[in-house]
């Protein structure tokens, strides 16, 4: 069965940085698009970044442009979040999600628990 497990978060410093790791199993996971996405509290869900299958495109929101770098490693089946220069707006629970084609605007058939992602002083 489709397993994704995300890892990585944590308390970080304003200014901070912090890598989220989302390990995939039960697909092939070199031929899905992957995604991250994260909920602050009393907020609704926010699509931060995305990339294709082949990694030949990688989307952000315009609040984490030049913060957050999205990776994947598809010989580990592990999709990445580097953030750098944390704020508090950061704050938030952050998933990974799978699409359910190679580029990340299909429909999102799977989601992990989430790791939540604290940044304060």
């Known amino acids: 069965q489709v397993q994704l497990v995300e890892s990585g978060g944590g308390l970080a410093q304003p200014g901070g940085s912090l890598r989220l790791s989302c390990a995939a199993s039960?697909?092939?996971?070199?031929?899905?698009?992957m995604s991250w996405a994260r909920q602050a509290p009393g907020k609704g869900l926010e699509w931060v970044s995305g990339i294709y299958s082949d990694v030949s495109y990688t989307y952000y929101t315009d609040s984490v442009k030049g913060r957050f770098t999205i990776s994947r490693d598809n010989a580990k089946n592990t999709l990445y979040l580097q953030m750098n220069s944390l704020k508090p707006e950061d704050t938030a629970l952050y998933f990974c999600a799978k699409a359910a084609g190679s580029n990340i605007n299909y429909a999102y058939d799977y989601w992990g628990q989430g790791t939540q992602v604290t940044v304060s002083s």
């Open positions: 039960g697909f092939t996971f070199s031929n899905y698009g």
